[in-house]
T-cell receptor, first 115, second 115 residues
Framework: DQQVKQNSPSLSVQEGRISILNCDYT??????FLWYKKYPAEGPTFLIS?????DKNEDGRFTVFLNKSAKHLSLHIVPSQPGDSAVYFC??????????????FGKGTSLLVTP | GAGVSQSPSNKVTEKGKDVELRCDPI?????LYWYRQSLGQGLEFLIY????????KSGLPSDRFSAERTGGSVSTLTIQRTQQEDSAVYLC???FGPGQPGELFFGEGSRLTVL
């Protein structure tokens, strides 16, 4: 039973434009959300996170928005760069602060940024 | 290196054989996790170790799967009598443990192919 859903398996964006990656979750107990980025043949790397007490967290070109009522979060990348091309995983935790083991991952969205 | 190290990076085995996958976590990290990613799927939680506590084995798909962590550091994931559906990338991750933000540091994974 997939509790974290990324309904777009792939996304293509032109360099310099905004990339928006979406994620939906079904478990209302989730209160900590993370995005991971994965290049081929590498392990996922942590990108950005947000706690349920916030609705926005920004880190450079990356911003995560959380809409708790809709059980939806999104990752915005502005401006997109070719080096951002990777698979992005959304993850959610039910533990405050996140113990890690309870992370539920989506299936990922493959982002391609074209020059 | 300073990251999570996994070996082997690739393993091809015949159905019915046993395999062992090894993980060296980041020094100082008390929590260690095993996930797997099957083709087209998200990251599936397998098992979690935290310090000297009993591991959370709730994600192990069958009793053919087992894992141990010696001395609170290195972990070995063992799959007995491998089946073709066990083919996946097995990812190990570590973190500072509960109470910390749920940021996991992943290794590059061990790709298992069962013929």
């Amino acid at each position: 039973d997939q509790q974290v859903k990324q309904n777009s398996p792939s996304l293509s964006v032109q360099e310099g434009r905004i990339s928006i990656l979406n994620c939906d979750y079904t478990n209302s107990m989730f209160d900590y959300f993370l995005w991971y980025k994965k290049y081929p043949a590498e392990g996922p790397t942590f990108l950005i996170s947000i706690s349920s007490i916030k609705d926005k967290n920004e880190d450079g070109r990356f911003t995560v928005f959380l809409n708790k009522s809709a059980k939806h979060l999104s990752l915005h990348i502005v401006p997109s760069q070719p080096g951002d091309s990777a698979v992005y995983f959304c993850a959610a935790s039910g533990s405050p602060g996140g113990s890690g083991y309870a992370l539920n991952f989506g299936k990922g969205t493959s982002l391609l940024v074209t020059p | 290196g300073a990251g999570v190290s996994q070996s082997p990076s690739n393993k091809v085995t015949e159905k019915g054989k046993d395999v062992e996958l090894r993980c060296d976590p980041i020094s100082g990290h008390t929590a260690l996790y095993w996930y797997r990613q099957s083709l087209g799927q998200g990251l599936e939680f397998l098992i979690y170790f935290q310090g000297n506590s009993a591991p959370d084995k709730s994600g192990l798909p069958s009793d053919r799967f087992s894992a141990e962590r010696t001395g609170g550091s290195v972990s070995t994931l063992t799959i007995q009598r491998t089946q073709q559906e066990d083919s996946a990338v097995y990812l190990c991750a570590s973190s500072f443990g509960p109470g910390q933000p749920g940021e996991l540091f992943f290794g590059e994974g061990s790709r298992l192919t069962v013929l």
